[in-house]
């Protein structure tokens, strides 16, 4: 089976994307605006150390998710335009999806 783009732009459960960014992060909290009428952002951790931990956010107060090395998380943002990503030093890359 074949896909038109990027295989990792698809979501077998969510579909094609609306939103999708690679962003380098940094070790305070950068606003990620997605746009409204999404319901659902995918993070994915694309770090390549040990300890690299990405943080995310809807209020740069309260974490929302906090993903290792490799690890993927999906959050309802029912209501919400945007999402705040920060690492632990800076530096390194997630993947932002949202549908």
């Known amino acids: 089976m074949a896909f038109a783009g990027e295989p990792k732009w698809v979501e077998i459960v969510g579909g094609a994307k609306n939103y999708y960014l690679e962003y380098e992060t940094t070790n305070l909290y950068v606003e990620c605006v ?48 945007s999402v705040y990503i920060r690492g632990t030093a800076g530096g390194s890359n997630v993947r932002i999806l949202a549908w």
């Open 34 to 81: 997605f746009g409204a009428n999404l319901h659902t952002v995918k993070l994915v951790n694309d770090a390549s150390g040990d300890t690299e931990i990405i943080y995310a956010s809807f209020d740069e107060a309260t974490v929302a998710a906090a993903l290792k090395p490799g690890e993927g998380t999906t959050l309802n943002t029912r209501s919400r335009s």
